[in-house]
C-alpha cells in the first residue's frame, strides 16, 4: 500500500486510485481496488470503473473535460489548490497518472509506470502526454483535442492531507529513498498512534521534529546500545523517514503525550531493528522466581 511501481501494464488505473487516497490519508490495496473496479488485464479501467471504486472509500472522482489547453491548466491548478488530487488520463488514454501537486510552475505526479513512481514535469510536458487527440465529428478534417480531469473528493473532511513539495518530491525521487516510499504506509500507520493530525483547533502541540530535535539522540544512542549492532546513523535514518512522514501530513504531537512518543517511537525501532538484524537471548531463560 506504500508508493511503488504497478507490476504489470493493465493495472495503472487502481494504481493511480490508491495513490490519490494516499494524499488524503486513505491507505488502500490496489488489489483490492482492482476487484472493485472490476480491473481486467485485457480492457484495463475505464473512468467508471475507477469512480466506482473510489466511491467505495467515500470519494467521488469527477469528470471534468475541457478542450482548450489553457482553461484545463486552470481547472487543474483550482483543484491542486483545493487540496484534491487530480487522476488523468494520459498516453493518448492508454494510461493513468495522479498529479498531486504544482510548485514553481511544475507539477508533480505518481506515475506507477515509472521507477521512482514519484515524477516532476513542467506544464508542457504534462500537456503533451494529457492531451488527447481526435477528429471533430462535424468536420473530419479538423482535430478536436480534449483534456479529463478527475478530482478525487473525499465525501467527509479528510483528518489530514498530503502536502506534496518539489523539496519533498525529489527527496523520494532519490534511489536510497525508494524502500522508504514501499513502506510509506507503515510509517504513516505507526504514526496515527504517536501522533495526530493538526487543526485549527490544535494548541499545546509540537511537531516531529521538535521532538527529535530535544530526544533524537538519546533514542539513538540507546536503540544502537540495547540492540548491540544497529548503529546510531541506521537508527537516524528511520527516525528521519519518520519525521518526512509526519512533515509531509502535518502530524503534531501534544505536549502532555511526549514522554509517549518518546517511548512509542523506541519500543517500535527495537522491534525495528531486532526484525532486520534478529536478536540472541537476553538475560537467560528469564528472571528467577
Known amino acids: 500500500m506504500g508508493i511503488y511501481p504497478q507490476p504489470n501494464k493493465w493495472q495503472c488505473g487502481p494504481f493511480a486510485l490508491k495513490h490519490a487516497l494516499i494524499m488524503l490519508g486513505k491507505f488502500v490495496d490496489e488489489k ?37 489547453a489553457l482553461r484545463a491548466k486552470r481547472e487543474l491548478l483550482a483543484t491542486l489548490k483545493r487540496g484534491y488530487p487530480a487522476v488523468l488520463c494520459v498516453d493518448d488514454w492508454g494510461h493513468w497518472i495522479t498529479v498531486v501537486g504544482v510548485e514553481r510552475g511544475k507539477f508533480i505526479y505518481l506515475d506507477s509506470r515509472e521507477a521512482p513512481v514519484v515524477c516532476i514535469d513542467t506544464w508542457t510536458g504534462l500537456k503533451n502526454r494529457w492531451v488527447f487527440k481526435e477528429p471533430d465529428e462535424d468536420d473530419p478534417t479538423n482535430t478536436e483535442t480534449l483534456f479529463d480531469l478527475h478530482p478525487v473528493i473525499p465525501r467527509l473532511r479528510p483528518r489530514t492531507k498530503a502536502r506534496f513539495s ?27 498512534h504517536i501522533c495526530q493530525p493538526r487543526t485549527p483547533q490544535s494548541e499545546r502541540v509540537f511537531p516531529m521534529g521538535a521532538l527529535l530535535r530535544r530526544h533524537g539522540s538519546m533514542i539513538k ?17 528511520i527516525l528521519k523517514n519518520l519525521q518526512f512522514v509526519a512533515d509531509t501530513y502535518d502530524l503534531v504531537i501534544r505536549e502532555e503525550d511526549e514522554k509517549h512518543a518518546i517511548v512509542a517511537i523506541t519500543a517500535n525501532l527495537s522491534l525495528w531493528a531486532a526484525s532486520k ?9 528469564g528472571a528467577d522466581t
Open 221 to 237: 544512542t540507546q536503540v544502537a546500545f540495547w540492540h548491540g549492532v544497529v548503529t546510531r546513523e541506521q537508527v537516524g535514518k
Open 166 to 192: 518539489l523539496k519533498r518530491a525529489r527527496y523520494l525521487r532519490r534511489a536510497e529513498n525508494r524502500k522508504f516510499a514501499t513502506h510509506w504506509d507503515e510509517y504513516f500507520s505507526d504514526l496515527t
Open 32 to 68: 483490492q481496488v482492482s476487484r472493485l473496479a472490476g480491473t481486467h488485464w485485457w480492457a484495463g479501467t475505464d473512468e467508471i470503473k475507477l469512480a466506482r471504486a473510489a466511491r467505495a472509500y467515500d470519494c467521488e472522482m469527477k469528470v471534468i473535460r475541457r478542450k482548450n
Open 277 to 285: 538484524f534478529g536478536v540472541n537471548e537476553v538475560y537467560g531463560e
